[in-house]
């Protein structure tokens, strides 16, 4: 949800109200994926969690149920509205607090045993750097926690020839933004390059049932297949 810091553009699909009930929407629908991903980075009670882009605190508030009270985590997006909504949220909860910067240059004084990003790289122009940078805040033994989409990976059971022209022109929409809709099969390579040794890759992949609202809701819903392409035709005229 970091506007700025995702990409020369900025974070493509915006920060008007409709585009964060989505974002909530979305949280909602891979929240159950998203934990057992935390739980199986090694992230336990009494850590020290840097989460980036953070956005609305999703990811925040479910770091801070696993670290517990001897824990923290702190939350960095450099858009200041979506922040103060995210405190707001996030107002009981002393274990999380919330930090406005860049993703590409932010650093805190003190280390961090894990540093987690969620649908970040995908929005990045340089996503090596940006670990590269992160990697350098974490303590000994500490651990980089990237969790992002794969979109080219979905596909419809038995195949509908328009799911995958729409999947296609959704693909192709984000990438001329600038943003890469398949970057999670190169999550591997990506921390492996920025320095990262025995990186662990592990897909987690949702099925929908038929006329499940949810599918709409993840990927298209508020941010119209059409919207988009006229996004990847004025970037590709101003390229």
Not at 6 to 20: C, K, M, N, Q, T
Request: glycine content about 10%.
């Amino acid at each position: 949800m970091d506007a700025d810091s995702r990409g020369a553009g900025g974070y493509v699909l915006g920060h008007h109200a409709r585009e964060l009930a989505r974002l909530d929407a979305q949280a909602a629908m891979i929240e159950p994926s998203t934990r057992l991903l935390l739980r199986a980075s090694g992230i336990t009670a009494g850590m020290r969690v840097l989460d980036l882009g953070t956005g609305l605190g999703h990811v925040a508030r479910l770091i801070a149920n696993l670290v517990g009270p001897d824990g923290s985590v702190v939350g960095l997006d450099r858009s200041g509205e979506v922040l103060e909504e995210a405190r707001k949220r996030t107002a009981s909860n002393v274990r999380a607090s919330f930090e406005q910067g860049d993703v590409n240059t932010w650093r805190d004084d003190q280390a961090f045993e894990a540093i987690v990003g969620r649908l970040l790289l995908f929005h990045v122009p340089d996503p090596v750097r940006v670990v590269r940078h992160h990697v350098a805040n974490l303590r000994p033994g500490g651990r980089f926690v990237a969790i992002d989409y794969d979109i080219g990976s979905a596909r419809c059971e038995p195949p509908i020839p328009l799911f995958a022209e729409a999947i296609s022109w959704i693909c192709d929409a984000f990438a001329a933004a600038g943003a890469s809709p398949t970057i999670g099969a190169r999550l591997g390579l990506i921390l492996e390059d920025a320095g990262l040794s025995d990186a662990t890759t592990l897909g987690v992949q949702g099925y929908l049932p038929p006329r499940s609202p949810d599918g709409p809701a993840l990927i298209v819903v508020e941010c119209e297949v059409r919207q988009m392409l006229a996004l990847a035709d004025a970037v590709r005229a101003a390229g």
